[in-house]
């Protein structure tokens, strides 16, 4: 067989299997959707044949069966996956646009693999075995503003990463000429990425282009850009086409895979085996199971009552403890890399948590541009190529930028590719007012993040246990976002408590602290971040009117371990919880339901909930008081319920 056969051959078992899906949707038997690339099939076969399997790797999107199937050749696994069935490759979970193989990976969101593929180039690049990473994009994404994010790092970074744009000229319905300024080509020059183009009408020659491009990455450690014009003959999904059927009959008698077999009779029993292949493949996964759902990708606390010990608090402030855990697991792990933008020395981030690092670690230490999505994309990447980023966001207010690499990459690898890999990325930020930055340099956003699957929010409080979280941070499995607070930066975790209270803690790897009154006490206080300040103000000031007050600080947030708080208001019946962020759909809706549920049906519960205003913080320091909450408020609402 000579090498254009195999690759027509290669071809049309993708065609074939796109074709059973459909006929599997017309029919009934498939839920959800699918994205086929009839049409396309060459770009994926040459690509594979371009690159190595045992080091290279390539990212897809949506429209990844070909690129699945030309680099596995594994048309089981992708048929009883889109199947729903436990013998898929990703177990059911993944379905049509999430896989997970050996040296390959697919997500759906347009634009948010590119980072990805970038941080899997990075960890590439470390690795220093001449593996690439090739990503395939289509030309829609070219309205998506963190591809260019990538590309400039990719290309700053000189990262191993080829950039493969299947130019279809339809972003779904949207033809290119409504929406496409400009020169695809251009657009990844003008990061110093050199480009190629080739077509799928010319097989042999996108061939060339391809072991061109893939050379060309492994040789220079550079990035490249292809852009291979093609036509997508099927619909974007399964029935939803309303282009000019004269457009679309052109493209078809274009076709080379429809011609090679139309015209090649010699094919004809290599082209029926293909169709037996497939058939097996459909009526085998007919008949396997579905997968049986195991435990959910977040740690859930376990049952009973939890277990204390006392607290041995660190030393310094909370800025310098931060500096050391960072220090310590540099020191211990090679694998770890601190990425974030000013973070170097001699700056050392805008609170100076990261400075020094760069000095005794100058290639982990790493300053990026200012590209919070693509930063953490990269993160992500790195994570799934075995390293253990941890990332700098300047500020908290700006997560919002960074929101689709978090929620739908980073908390989402582990569940949806069946556990086949881990995504330990942490990433770190300053939030809190009382500094006078105003309404987007001042807010408390981390009720957005919480609840959600396969990601840890943990909020350090004025006594937190550092050393002891980025210790439980190494074992960690998931994501993690730690929240910060910048006027806790400078309080020290052994500084005397509120007199007549002792300090304990539960032996979760991500405890509770608790501030236990000597006498009974008379109300719970629950408090996040730096209302733990305010908390021990107000039980210091309470205890002189003899009012007793149980004082909890949660570390993490989400999962929320309830059972400390279930077991106080147990003992007081009356629960105050006290947060930075704004009021309503709060953190206290969840800590008041937990409590509520863990009384039971005959159990009372009186509760109160202290937050900041429902207004953009203000700049000017009155106003910006006025709005967050106070040492008065609180204790206000603690006499209040104590009265009731």
Same mark, same amino acid.
């Given at each position: 067989?000579?090498?254009?056969?195999?690759? %027509?051959?290669?071809?049309?078992?993708?065609?074939?299997?796109?074709?059973?899906?459909?006929?599997?949707?017309?029919?009934?038997?498939?839920?959800?959707?699918?994205?086929?690339?009839?049409?396309?099939?060459?770009?994926?076969?040459?690509?594979?044949?371009?690159?190595?399997?045992?080091?290279?790797?390539?990212?897809?999107?949506?429209?990844?069966?070909?690129?699945?199937?030309?680099?596995?050749?594994?048309?089981?696994?992708?048929?009883?996956?889109?199947?729903?069935?436990?013998?898929?490759?990703?177990?059911?979970?993944?379905?049509?646009?999430?896989?997970?193989?050996?040296?390959?990976?697919?997500?759906?969101?347009?634009?948010?693999?590119?980072?990805?593929?970038?941080?899997?180039?990075?960890?590439?690049?470390?690795?220093?075995?001449?593996?690439?990473?090739?990503?395939?994009?289509?030309?829609?994404?070219?309205?998506?503003?963190?591809?260019?994010?990538? %590309?400039?790092?990719?290309?700053?970074?000189?990262?191993?990463?080829?950039?493969?744009?299947?130019?279809?000229?339809?972003?779904?319905?949207?033809?290119?000429?409504?929406?496409?300024?400009?020169?695809?080509?251009?657009?990844?020059?003008?990061?110093?990425?050199?480009?190629?183009?080739?077509?799928?009408?010319?097989?042999?020659?996108?061939?060339?282009?391809?072991?061109?491009?893939?050379?060309?990455?492994?040789?220079?450690?550079?990035?490249?850009?292809?852009?291979?014009?093609?036509?997508?003959?099927?619909?974007?999904?399964?029935?939803?086409?309303?282009?000019?059927?004269?457009?679309?009959?052109?493209?078809? @008698?274009?076709?080379?895979?429809?011609?090679?077999?139309?015209?090649?009779?010699?094919?004809?029993?290599?082209?029926?085996?293909?169709?037996?292949?497939?058939?097996?493949?459909?009526?085998?996964?007919?008949?396997?199971?579905?997968?049986?759902?195991?435990?959910?990708?977040?740690?859930?606390?376990?049952?009973?009552?939890?277990?204390?010990?006392?607290?041995?608090?660190?030393?310094?402030?909370?800025?310098?403890?931060?500096?050391?855990?960072?220090?310590?697991?540099?020191?211990?792990?090679?694998?770890?890399?601190?990425?974030?933008?000013?973070?170097?020395?001699?700056?050392?981030?805008?609170?100076?948590?990261? @400075?020094?690092?760069?000095? @005794?670690?100058?290639?982990?230490?790493?300053?990026?541009?200012?590209?919070?999505?693509?930063?953490?994309?990269?993160?992500?990447?790195?994570?799934?190529?075995?390293?253990?980023?941890?990332?700098?966001?300047? %500020?908290?207010?700006?997560?919002?930028?960074?929101?689709?690499?978090?929620?739908?990459?980073?908390?989402?690898?582990?569940?949806?590719?069946?556990?086949?890999?881990?995504?330990?990325?942490?990433?770190?930020?300053?939030? #809190?007012? #009382?500094?006078?930055?105003?309404?987007?340099?001042?807010?408390?956003?981390?009720?957005?993040?919480?609840?959600?699957?396969?990601?840890?929010?943990?909020?350090?409080?004025?006594?937190?246990?550092?050393?002891?979280?980025?210790?439980?941070?190494?074992?960690?499995?998931?994501?993690?976002?730690?929240?910060?607070?910048?006027?806790?930066?400078?309080?020290?975790?052994?500084?005397?408590?509120?007199?007549?209270?002792?300090?304990?803690?539960?032996?979760?790897?991500?405890?509770?602290?608790?501030?236990?009154?000597?006498?009974?006490?008379?109300?719970?206080?629950?408090? %996040?971040?730096?209302?733990?300040?305010?908390?021990?103000?107000?039980?210091?000031?309470?205890?002189?009117?003899?009012?007793?007050?149980?004082?909890?600080?949660?570390?993490?947030?989400?999962?929320?371990?309830?059972?400390?708080?279930?077991?106080?208001?147990?003992?007081?019946?009356?629960?105050?919880?006290?947060?930075?962020?704004?009021?309503?759909?709060?953190?206290?809706?969840?800590?008041?339901?937990?409590?509520?549920?863990?009384?039971?049906?005959?159990?009372?519960?009186?509760?109160? @909930?202290?937050?900041?205003?429902?207004?953009?913080?203000?700049?000017?320091?009155?106003?910006?008081?006025?709005?967050?909450?106070?040492?008065?408020?609180?204790?206000?609402?603690?006499?209040?319920?104590?009265?009731?």
């Amino acid at each position: 067989m000579t090498p254009a056969q195999d690759m %027509f051959y290669r071809a049309y078992l993708v065609r074939t299997v796109e074709q059973e899906l459909l006929d599997l949707f017309a029919a009934g038997k498939l839920s959800g959707t699918t994205h086929t690339c009839i049409g396309q099939e060459m770009t994926a076969v040459a690509l594979a044949a371009a690159l190595e399997r045992n080091r290279d790797i390539v990212v897809s999107n949506h429209r990844c069966h070909g690129h699945y199937l030309a680099w596995t050749d594994d048309a089981d696994g992708l048929l009883a996956e889109v199947m729903g069935k436990s013998t898929g490759v990703c177990g059911g979970l993944g379905g049509s646009q999430h896989l997970s193989a050996p040296g390959f990976f697919s997500n759906g969101i347009q634009g948010g693999i590119v980072p990805m593929a970038a941080g899997l180039a990075y960890a590439q690049k470390l690795d220093a075995r001449g593996g690439i990473v090739a990503v395939c994009i289509g030309d829609g994404t070219l309205g998506e503003g963190v591809v260019y994010e990538t %590309f400039n790092m990719a290309a700053k970074w000189s990262l191993p990463l080829l950039v493969v744009l299947e130019n279809n000229l339809y972003a779904q319905s949207t033809s290119q000429v409504e929406t496409l300024a400009g020169d695809i080509c251009a657009r990844a020059s003008a990061f110093g990425i050199g480009t190629l183009r080739a077509d799928t009408w010319h097989p042999d020659e996108l061939a060339e282009q391809l072991r061109r491009a893939a050379k060309h990455v492994r040789r220079d450690c550079r990035p490249t850009f292809v852009c291979v014009d093609t036509y997508r003959l099927a619909a974007h999904s399964k029935g939803d086409d309303d282009r000019d059927p004269r457009e679309i009959d052109e493209y078809q @008698r274009r076709d080379p895979l429809a011609r090679f077999v139309a015209e090649h009779d010699a094919q004809k029993p290599q082209v029926a085996a293909i169709r037996e292949r497939v058939a097996r493949a459909r009526e085998s996964a007919a008949r396997a199971p579905v997968l049986e759902l195991g435990p959910t990708t977040s740690s859930e606390p376990a049952a009973g009552a939890p277990e204390r010990r006392g607290v041995v608090a660190e030393a310094g402030t909370q800025l310098q403890a931060i500096n050391r855990a960072l220090d310590a697991w540099l020191s211990e792990d090679r694998n770890v890399l601190l990425l974030g933008e000013d973070i170097r020395s001699p700056y050392g981030g805008a609170f100076k948590v990261t @400075r020094g690092l760069s000095d @005794r670690y100058p290639e982990r230490v790493i300053n990026t541009p200012i590209s919070e999505a693509g930063i953490v994309g990269i993160a992500n990447g790195l994570a799934l190529g075995g390293r253990r980023p941890i990332v700098e966001i300047m %500020f908290g207010d700006f997560l919002g930028l960074c929101f689709d690499q978090l929620v739908n990459h980073a908390a989402k690898f582990r569940g949806m590719y069946n556990g086949r890999v881990t995504s330990p990325i942490v990433v770190r930020t300053p939030m #809190g007012g #009382g500094r006078g930055y105003g309404p987007t340099h001042s807010q408390n956003l981390e009720k957005h993040f919480v609840g959600m699957p396969g990601m840890r929010v943990v909020v350090l409080h004025a006594r937190s246990p550092i050393a002891a979280l980025y210790c439980a941070l190494r074992d960690s499995l998931d994501p993690t976002l730690i929240i910060e607070n910048k006027l806790l930066y400078r309080e020290r975790a052994d500084a005397a408590l509120p007199p007549g209270y002792e300090a304990l803690e539960t032996t979760e790897p991500f405890p509770t602290t608790l501030l236990e009154p000597k006498d009974p006490p008379d109300l719970t206080v629950v408090a %996040f971040g730096r209302m733990s300040l305010l908390a021990e103000q107000a039980a210091a000031e309470l205890a002189a009117e003899e009012i007793a007050l149980e004082l909890l600080f949660p570390l993490a947030v989400s999962p929320l371990d309830a059972r400390p708080i279930q077991e106080s208001v147990r003992r007081t019946g009356k629960l105050v919880v006290v947060e930075e962020g704004a009021a309503h759909f709060d953190l206290a809706s969840e800590v008041i339901a937990a409590a509520a549920e863990g009384l039971g049906p005959a159990g009372k519960l009186r509760v109160r @909930r202290i937050a900041a205003a429902a207004r953009p913080i203000p700049s000017a320091l009155p106003l910006e008081l006025e709005t967050l909450p106070s040492v008065a408020r609180l204790k206000a609402a603690c006499l209040e319920l104590y009265d009731e």
